[in-house]
T-cell receptor
Framework: AQSVAQPEDQVNVAEGNPLTVKCTYS??????LFWYVQYPNRGLQFLLK??????LVKGSYGFEAEFNKSQTSFHLKKPSALVSDSALYFC?????????????FGQGTTLQVKP | DGGITQSPKYLFRKEGQNVTLSCEQN?????MYWYRQDPGQGLRLIYY???????QKGDIAEGYSVSREKKESFPLTVTSAQKNPTAFYLC???????????????FGPGTRLTVL
């Protein structure tokens, strides 16, 4: 079965420090991977996606993600965290078992950046 | 959130009532989706539509119904058969809705439904 796991419910970092939000996946075939961010009572905002090519994907607001095929991971990173980065982050993989663009989402990770 | 609107932002329902959540997009996307979000459970797919006048059940379709009469509109009805409807509902759209493209799904701002 295809799935996405975000092993940490919450990540705490100090402002200015680097941050990592972890994501691992299980799919048949080549994975199409996404990161979204959600602020309280808002919809999801697209950050970045991996389709193919360079394993380091750059996205919005200074975020980047590293695709690692051998470890089946797609961790979200940022060199220097901001308090305004505090939000709920979702990793998702496209469902390759059907002929649709359905996404399978992880449970979400709350990022708390402290001043 | 740009290009996809959802209304109302907050909705209160009494037991036994049907309610309809609106989703409109002006992105000229073929595919539209409805998700339900509960705390700690991520997003779960309710229904999706890849083209006008066609839609398919997602993972948790029981107690919900949809229609897709126009490309830009995909309303969701929460029926009285849905036993636990209190949740945050998110609508999304993408260009093609197939696995043969490199679509990105874009989300609306959401509707919070509360059963009184």
């Amino acid at each position: 079965a295809q799935s996405v796991a975000q092993p940490e419910d919450q990540v705490n970092v100090a402002e200015g420090n680097p941050l990592t939000v972890k994501c691992t996946y299980s799919v048949s075939g080549n994975p199409y991977l996404f990161w979204y961010v959600q602020y309280p009572n808002r919809g999801l905002q697209f950050l970045l996606k991996y389709i193919t090519g360079d394993n380091l994907v750059k996205g919005s607001y200074g975020f980047e993600a590293e695709f690692n095929k051998s470890q089946t991971s797609f961790h979200l990173k940022k060199p220097s965290a901001l308090v305004s980065d505090s939000a709920l982050y979702f990793c998702a993989v496209r469902d390759e078992s059907s002929n649709t663009g359905k996404l399978i989402f992880g449970q979400g990770t709350t990022l708390q950046v402290k001043p | 959130d740009g290009g996809i609107t959802q209304s109302p932002k907050y909705l209160f329902r009494k037991e036994g009532q049907n309610v309809t959540l609106s989703c409109e997009q002006n992105l000229n996307h073929d595919a539209m989706y409805w998700y339900r979000q509960d705390p700690g459970q991520g997003l779960r797919l309710i229904y999706y539509s890849q083209i006008v006048n066609d839609f398919q059940k997602g993972d948790i379709a029981e107690g919900y119904s949809v229609s897709r009469e126009k490309k830009e509109s995909f309303p969701l009805t929460v029926t009285s058969a849905q036993k636990n409807p209190t949740a945050f509902y998110l609508c999304a759209s993408s260009i093609t809705g197939t696995k043969y493209g490199t679509d990105t799904q874009y989300f609306g701002p959401g509707t919070r439904l509360t059963v009184l």
